[in-house]
């Protein structure tokens, strides 16, 4: 199946800083990534939505001057959470939308975990 | 509105057969995922359905009917490994997954 990498894997960081989260599609380009939030024992939560070479799509409720979202290359999302706070900790994860055929599925990388101080 | 059913929780026993059932209502519809996800990871793609029918992938099989706005995913031959959270997820008219909270499998010895 399709491979699709995030960096790091987890993070621990200071409030009021400031962390970068990778995604990379290893296998496959990925026009369209989605950034996803999930507190424990909750279901994922849509933040945004990034397409290759413009500006993301927010959800609404979600800060897009705090969640920078960055989709420079057909491989590759950046989600930037700026001047971090505990209540931003939780499990970040990205997925990759694969077009092959008639099939669009969308592949979760491995997700960072994000615990702010 | 958009929304999925699912049970929140199901136990079976190992070597068993356990059917999960998931009904939705969406805005558009482009098709059905499952995803499955173990506690503290990120979800895994199990299967996919757009049309009307059974889809059989070794152990998983997952059934759709549109017209219904019901599907089901069918383990066999349990394993302790399959104990997870399993997510039903449509997709929109905008290509968008819609997450429920998903069903947490138990699996028994």
């Known amino acids: 199946g399709a491979v699709v990498s995030q960096h790091p894997s987890w993070v621990i960081c200071k409030s009021g800083t400031s962390v970068k989260i990778e995604c990379r599609s290893l296998?496959?380009?990925?026009?369209?990534m989605f950034w996803y939030r999930q507190f424990p024992k909750q279901s994922l939560m849509l933040m945004a939505t990034?397409?290759?070479?413009?500006?993301?799509?927010?959800e609404q409720g979600v800060e897009k001057d705090k969640f920078l979202i960055n989709h420079a290359s057909l491989t590759l999302s950046t989600l930037t959470v700026t001047s971090a706070h505990p209540e931003d900790s939780s499990f970040y994860i990205c997925?990759?939308?694969?077009?092959?055929?008639?099939?669009?599925?969308?592949?979760f990388g491995p997700g960072t975990r994000l615990t702010v101080l | 509105g958009q929304n999925i059913d699912q049970p929140t929780e199901m136990t079976a026993t190992e070597g068993a057969i356990v059917q999960i059932n998931c009904t939705y209502q969406?805005?558009?519809?482009?098709?059905l995922f499952w995803y499955q996800q173990h506690a503290g990871e990120a979800p895994t793609f199990l299967s996919y359905?757009?049309l009307d029918g059974l889809e059989e992938k070794g152990r998983f099989s997952s059934f759709l009917s549109r017209s219904k706005g019901y599907s089901y995913l069918l383990l066999k031959e349990l394993q302790m490994k399959d104990s997870a959270s399993y997510l039903c997820?449509?997709?929109?008219?905008?290509?968008?997954?819609?997450w429920g909270a998903g069903t947490k499998l138990i699996i028994k010895p």
């Open positions: 997925s990759a939308r694969r077009l092959a055929g008639d099939a669009d599925t969308q592949y």
């Open positions: 296998d496959f380009q990925a026009t369209t």
């Open positions: 990034s397409n290759e070479g413009s500006k993301a799509t927010y």
């Open positions: 969406t805005s558009g519809f482009n098709g």
């Open positions: 359905n757009v």
């Open positions: 997820a449509p997709m929109d008219s905008n290509y968008q997954l819609i």
